[in-house]
């Protein structure tokens, strides 16, 4: 069998969406959307167990498997309305990091030659190299920004001897030009890293961060707005990377590197439903949900929601785009 | 012994308070709340677990179990200020939901019928449908309103070739009559279900329903405020039916079907306490707390929690509507 | 689609074997074993669960899913050796016990009709009554035997008001005449259940009855010997019927009604590898295997290498009936 | 109410058994047997917890709690062969040790007086001080001997600055004369603690300690046999004291201080069934049950159990100890 | 070796920064901070486990254990810019309260004495009365205010007979003077303890007492704003006390008496950086962290965050007192 | 500073014993033994989390840290009867397992040319090829024979397009010539790995591998005394290799490829004991102890016993040879 499927467990797809087959384009020639496991976690610097968040963030649903999940928010069925294909893990060794990067970014970038856009399921955030630089050898080196939620920047330079780990994806990215530093939007930072070389580092490249505090402050939605005008701002496309640790640990308890203080769910998956409807997403990577410390699965579920509100939110944008319909207002009752 | 007690377990009655027998009208005769254990899961479509719940719900608090429980936000103590017995367990065979539901109605009927305010424990949400048709028999059928905080509409059709079960009951409620369907209040909706063909079905009964997104975009507290008039419109009572997994899963994580993203511990305890105090309600359940996947008890003290909540609610209610006394101002410091 | 698939969770096959559907005997005509799960805890008197047992037991294993198991203490692979299909699960709604029950025994006939041996999956033993009913009614009324590995009896008549649960499976069985009374063989009880009452009319069906102290006084051993001897006296053929609480419950937590004191892993594992290569099996369960109380999936583990262990005694059983090599030598190196 | 109840949660009794009250003589005038919950975790020097013991020692239990508990392996039913009590808990404030043991001492010499076998359930194991003594008090002292199951020699002399602890009630005992050193039987010891200074003390007071060692080399069942005749050498009763760490981690994960390498759940419940069926047991306390660390309560469970099992034995002795039917035979087929 | 290390396990000292001991002042003698274990549960009223507590505190961190910690959110590191040390454990014996408080008082006022902050890490709540004790000993009797962040008032008088526990410290600190009873800040109240009694004898003393209901309607920084110029009304110096079940056990399971509808994670933090940013905070102790109660170490790392807060605020209200640079703006962005 | 000291979480070495640097000869000069870190899960090809594995087994003991653990069994100190130094862990980033192997081989074989016994705390099993290697590049290649507890062979060639991995070392090791096949001795393998070609590949290296089948039917004692005769036959020195997951799941859940099945802890205690008594042992390494999955810390108490029976064992070999006192006998009493 051609099709790698699942790296680890039994072969399922997400939410039970028909399986493609990178190696064969047909089968996914008239995709919207194609999902890509990236069961790797040999670049965490703490608590492993990403590998096992494909298979987590697929399964994660009380619903039947049945590949159809209409939003009651958003009043779009996604994966219908789109057409949405899995075309299960990329196989990636941890113990060899540089191989396993290697090979998701060839399968990113096939999906995003195909005019699709590739949702990976990470995985450790290691994989937002090749995620967005497979994306971007498509659109265009330093032509996509990157909308960047987490609780930590992710731009370390060497940790345990090594280039590449879950802790410096986003200085990679600067430094070989496929994303460009001032259209780097990173929302929910906080805590205690990196330190002040790195933070210099960071604003060199002009960077735009939004720690806590600043969210607080300000407000969340204020912040949003200001960072999405920038995202769009002389780039063509938008890579959306959601670390799940942004939230806080008490709600998602499931992850490798916790960080009190975070976001709420509900704060996570209102900010990805109006990155998603308001920007040209052209790429997601939802990363860092790691079972083994879950409990309950509620970390996996929040995954799987966040996977779905982004596609909801592309679908509805689509359909808004298409006209013929009033456009979407939070305000409407659902009934109405 | 003709008391059923406790169908799991040892028998405990709810934070101590005495117990009574539903056989023997006369050893509850004077009580002003009669609390009833349902424990049952054979409704449910995921986890099971909630069979266990009315023993969590009843013994999950760090306090002795001596009756009493002064409640510093109210000023009353519910347990001793009003007369409540609890009628330990209905017998309700998980395999045989309809002999189950039967009984169960019977149950909440006599309640009713003594002149005291049932509040049922469950179990999975198809108690909902006895517990509301209980209290209707009572108060007048279509004469009850239903405040209903769930993450899920609860009005399925048939599943898994059932009418009953715990995604059905609000949809029977309506079609019996017992309750009306524009006087169904839904509060804390979000997710993936039902699909298009329900949500007419529930247009069409002028159900109203508030999705998450409203809630955040308006605000719950005018939300509510907007709901409970419309509750006490050309209606004589109000059930109230608080179904834990309103609450985010991070927060209350030991549920059957749980959803991201939805309300915090004390905004459902806000809401629930407005509920009882502004409205004049006439029953109350609470379900869908499953032990088996719940964490250090959280869920299970929550559920613990919303039932004081009501009660002292209720109780500072009749306190204020008896005069005497300035009423309740939650501006007020606790020492004042 | 017309095959049911998975009742809860994606569809997955045991260990990636080959899926057919029951209602298209084409698709399994050439089977030896067909794989049925019965997602079913509707009849569990304490800890629900087992509803998520066949998916569990389908997917606990570290190896790849693909539909090979050598193994090495019999040198076969039954997976290959055998023609083995993954029938799905049957849809069993918790709370209609009869209605489910009655679906499970059609397709477990329908199995055994069709020349295959059916190896359930369950869910709590309410499934026993369709299991072994479905497996006599085409192999012989009281011409199988039932060789059961419990610390419980399981014969209690009425349990909350039902003819039907996971504690009285075989008393129905002996009262329709499915399985005789003495061919019954009981390995593994223990603790308080049943009564004397229950015990007398167990002794009148001339049940023999194994409790751990006449286990642990005569050896193991010893017991199968003498029990698996009276198996095939005068049947035809033998179900097995295997409670995964029959081991001890610090080895096997993940169940409803955990008894201590029960046997080892081990021994459980050799004890059906002997039933199953020295005996003519016509049908298998495996059953109440309860993950919301599992701790790492070790019970889960467990029950899928009971089903492989019985699959793989099968094989090596018709192997050395066609004769050509030594048959099987316990005692013999691994790599001799 | 002058009955203390329950110091954590609500009031229940072990199984359903009736209460008592240890201050009024007159409600277990006639006992055989008064269970006493001793909730103390203040003497122990790890993982704390066993405050909760008791608690769940008397609840985890699958069945109805009905004060009935018909032993499958002795044909007795000791919840209603014996005339058995509950007198609740005693108050031991974990904050002062000294206090508590005083008061736990005197609850079970008023048990002792009134000629029944007091059951205490711990609690950690500095509750062998009082329990022993209480029992001596009234039997003799130096007159009972103990037989004490434990990975631990727990003959410390002070430990955080204290003489009392989990640590150090056998050398108190000692000391004070209650028990005779050269009729201390220990049972499973292993690992390492206590030191060549301690056990040198141990060795003048002339102690038997089989260490898994001795057990293992020369058979467990050899050892009782040597053990428990000197049991009963120059002593008039035995005070059976059970720690629930002498079994595996693995098996009972829920203890403070876990020592791998021990007994299986098996061989203590037979080992506690030898105790108290062929010795005239006058005191049994089973300890060291920490339920925050225990999963899916099987170490209650086996707490449980092992206190059915004494009461089984002692009730069997009795039963024998008349005449009347033949005596237990562990050969004897369960429906012979 | 003089000294003490850890009670429970290996010595290790908060992430990383240099020991001292307590009994050498040379060792310390150039102090802002020292932190003081506290491993103390014998006065916990249920789930006890905070002996524990100082240990996970010390440790959850994922990043290195080097002595260093820059905020993001304040622009310092504070264990580099102050001059942290940890002293290790003070031997608190759990079953005995008396002689283990006054130990600690010891420890905590001989930091005091050296001009250093004792940061005491719990242990369960009782130890904030020698804490608070220490503190006043040694600035002044009654012109230390305390800030209590907390779901308790901790004034019950006498509990299970003793004077001393986790529900009392703060009626023993009033009554002895150690702090006045109208400087007694308290924020977070909620639930059903304690009764009327003690809330009028607090109200006597003139607590403030903030529960939650009047922050939600005030708005939790108003409310903070207003008890915080309280503090420094006529006092010399605050003592911050923060129990970490003021948040809602939803985002802190790990804790003994969990009281649902608390703070978030987020709000706790912001309020302990207005605090030691704003007033001259002298002493901090932070308690109740319950480790076996805990999942995924997430309330630990919410205790280790607590610390590493007010350790950073402090370090940054010095800087911005010694003038130079521009001070703290919570709305500027990190790499402005 | 020059010592790496613990790779995640705060620096701790084994059980309290004096710390040393791999980089300065000077420090463990006069070593018996050195116990090395190996914090490696790159390697495994299922659950990880072994990478914490030498931080649990290094804690995880009830008693005082203070490098002194008398055996009972063995009537030695070995942490004090040998010199004991723990060298902290050798830097191993997951991402690369070809660097990782390199840097411990380099460890373990200083450890070994310094005349001392390498202990190495994995870490999966990946690192027994440079463990085994590291030594027997000291002691001669092919002069050290390998006794392997597992469950697994772990003898594949390629896994995941990698030679290296924790399914592979065993073949590299006899590929390379560093240890014969014909003195590989495996204790303990069962279940489904891994397949005819494999084995026939095992065969041919004469390789001598004990299935659980032939363990149980001719006496394990009996299987050891015949490997170990093979394990000294022309062989200088013995390399011990415990894969935990030897032990069934039930009683060690925290590893990452459960095999249901295996030896009783007891088992594997007496098993090492026996080998690290009788045969000359010049390297240790225990394995796939995979905390996140443990409940408990059962699994890490089990591999810290492991090291402490091991090391015992050693010192009382020693102590034997000396001569002076009897030799060891199992059936001595602990007091005689």
Do not use: I, K, L, N
């Given at each position: 069998m051609s099709r790698y499927g699942s790296m680890y467990g039994p072969e399922v797809t997400f939410l039970g969406v028909p399986p493609c087959t990178l190696a064969e384009p047909a089968s996914y020639f008239d995709a919207d959307v194609v999902i890509v496991g990236?069961?790797?976690?040999?670049?965490?610097?703490?608590?492993?167990?990403?590998?096992f968040g494909p298979s987590a963030i697929r399964q994660a649903c009380y619903l039947p498997h049945d590949g159809s999940r209409p939003s009651l928010a958003l009043g779009v069925d996604a994966l219908r309305d789109l057409c949405v294909y899995d075309a299960g893990d990329?196989?990636?060794?941890?113990?060899d990091i540089e191989r396993s990067l290697a090979a998701l970014e060839t399968a990113v970038h096939a999906v995003a030659a195909a005019g699709a856009i590739p949702v990976v399921l990470g995985g450790?955030?290691?994989i937002a190299l090749p995620d967005a630089t497979g994306v971007a050898r498509h659109h265009g080196i330093g032509r996509v920004s990157l909308v960047h939620f987490d609780?930590?920047?992710?731009?370390?330079?060497?940790e345990f001897g090594s280039l590449y780990g879950h802790g410096q994806p986003m200085r990679r990215l600067i430094e070989s030009g496929a994303v460009r530093g001032d259209r780097f939007l990173q929302i929910g930072l906080r805590g205690y890293w990196p330190g002040p070389q790195t933070l210099a580092w960071m604003a060199d490249q002009r960077m735009r961060s939004y720690e806590m505090t600043e969210l607080v402050a300000r407000g969340l939605d204020e912040c949003l707005t200001e960072a999405y005008a920038l995202a769009v701002d002389d780039c063509d496309g938008v890579f959306l990377s959601v670390d799940v640790d942004v939230v806080d640990p008490g709600m998602?308890?499931?992850?490798g590197t916790p960080e009190p203080g975070g976001l709420t769910s509900r704060q996570l998956l209102d900010a990805v439903r109006r990155c998603c409807y308001e920007l040209p997403v052209v790429g997601v990577d939802v990363v860092?949900?790691?079972?083994?410390?879950?409990h309950a699965d509620i970390t996996a579920y929040l995954g799987n929601r966040v996977v779905l509100e982004a596609l909801s939110a592309i679908a509805r944008r689509r359909r808004d785009a298409a006209g013929g319909s009033p456009p979407w207002d939070p305000r409407r009752p659902l009934l109405g």
């Open positions: 990236a069961p790797f976690d040999g670049g965490t610097s703490h608590r492993p167990g990403t590998r990329v196989e990636m060794f941890a113990g450790d955030h290691s609780a930590h920047a992710d731009t370390g330079d060497v998602a308890p499931g992850t860092e949900v790691a079972p083994p410390y879950d």
